[in-house]
């Protein structure tokens, strides 16, 4: 094993330093897809051009495009570029490839959205939002388990009461993390749940609570109009509650997931962003347009289906990973 065999004071750190070299690698076998092709593409791109012409920054404009950074984000990125370009600032095709890579940092470098925070001695509650098959449960399975190994006590509410299988599911996951699952018969009305889950938090002394909830109804209901109600019984039970709202998207989706952002931010007002499936697509490049557009920061990404495979999102990490 790396790192047994050293000195035992800085056995510490150098397991430490083991561990992210490790952590790093993972996240760069997930991003895999986007790297190759991304990355890829523009070093073919690169290869051999001893200057910056027009014809290589429409191949450029071309990459950006298809790499699912979005319109309006390319468009900023080739401006910027031919700004430095005609004031002779950038002349190198080489150099071209480090000023993206610092742009798109800087668009990946995205501060707090201001959210309510609880009471000391209240539980956080976090409201789980997104359309269906994005990855709630299992983000939510896999958020438990980091606070849980904070030493931090976390109950589910089973909200997504529609299908006996997605409350099933939860229970599985809260076994799996040690948390309680609170919990009514199929088909009842979610808000109530919310109201009996946040009760049991209270007087529990729950320190966070997420609350599971449906992608799509087949009631007459619309879902936003669920959501909401769903909101304003937490709020009501507990004021501040939710104090987060996160919004699950499945990167595969590409540009899809940027219309969801809109949906569900106009109608719940979001606090953070998760992304999954980054490990099954090229698409990668979705996660700087959603920053650069909605400047709501991206709080976890998904490389995986194993429980580590939830990853708090870190832009220098993640741009390292897809183009060095
Ligand atoms: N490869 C991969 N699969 C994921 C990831 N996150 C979730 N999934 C899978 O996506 C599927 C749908 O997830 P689920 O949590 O049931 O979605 P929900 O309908 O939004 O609650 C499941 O098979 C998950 O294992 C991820 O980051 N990577
Ligand atoms: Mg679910």
């Known amino acids: 094993m790396p790192g047994l065999s050293k000195k035992k004071d800085t056995g510490k750190e150098i397991k430490d330093a083991d561990q992210d070299k490790g952590l790093f690698q993972r996240l760069q076998q997930g991003l895999l897809k986007t ?3 991304f990355t890829g593409r523009l070093d073919r791109l690169f290869l051999g051009k ?16 298809t790499s699912d950074i979005g319109v309006t984000t390319t468009q900023e990125l080739i401006d910027s570029v031919q700004e430095k ?4 600032e950038l002349k190198d095709p080489e150099k071209l490839k480090d ?3 610092d742009h798109i940092l800087s668009f990946l470098k995205v501060t707090e959205v201001p959210h309510p925070v609880p009471e000391p001695g ?10 269906n098959g994005v990855g709630k449960t299992t983000t939510i ?10 030493g931090k006590q976390v109950m589910l509410v089973a909200a997504d009461t529609f299908r006996a299988a997605a409350v099933e599911q939860l229970v ?17 009305d979610p808000s109530a749940v919310v109201f009996d889950g946040l009760t049991a938090a209270i007087s529990r002394k729950i320190d966070v609570v997420f609350i599971d909830t449906a992608g799509r109804l087949h009631t007459k209901t619309n879902l936003m109009e669920e959501l909401s109600k769903i909101h304003r019984v937490a709020g009501r039970k507990l004021p501040g509650a939710p104090h987060e709202a996160w919004l699950v998207l499945d990167a595969t989706t590409g540009q899809n997931a940027i219309s969801q952002v809109e949906m569900f931010n106009k109608a719940l007002g979001l606090s953070h962003i ?16 959603i920053l650069q557009q909605f400047k709501i920061p991206v709080k976890y990404i998904g490389i995986g289906e194993k429980l580590d495979d939830l990853r708090p999102f870190n832009a220098e990490d993640f741009v390292q990973a897809i183009f060095d």
């Open 35 to 37: 790297r190759s092709t």
């Open 50 to 65: 001893k200057e910056i012409t027009d014809d290589l920054l429409e191949e450029l404009e071309e990459i950006l495009f």
């Open 85 to 88: 370009v005609v004031r002779k």
């Open 99 to 101: 000023a993206l890579r």
């Open 122 to 131: 209240e539980p956080l509650v976090i409201l789980v939002i997104g359309v």
């Open 141 to 150: 399975g896999k958020a438990a388990q980091r606070f849980r190994m904070e």
């Open 172 to 188: 599985v996951w809260g076994e799996r993390v040690e948390a309680e699952v609170i919990r009514q018969k199929t088909g009842a």
């Open 274 to 289: 998760i992304l999954t499936k980054l490990d099954g697509t090229a698409k990668g490049g979705i996660v700087v347009g």
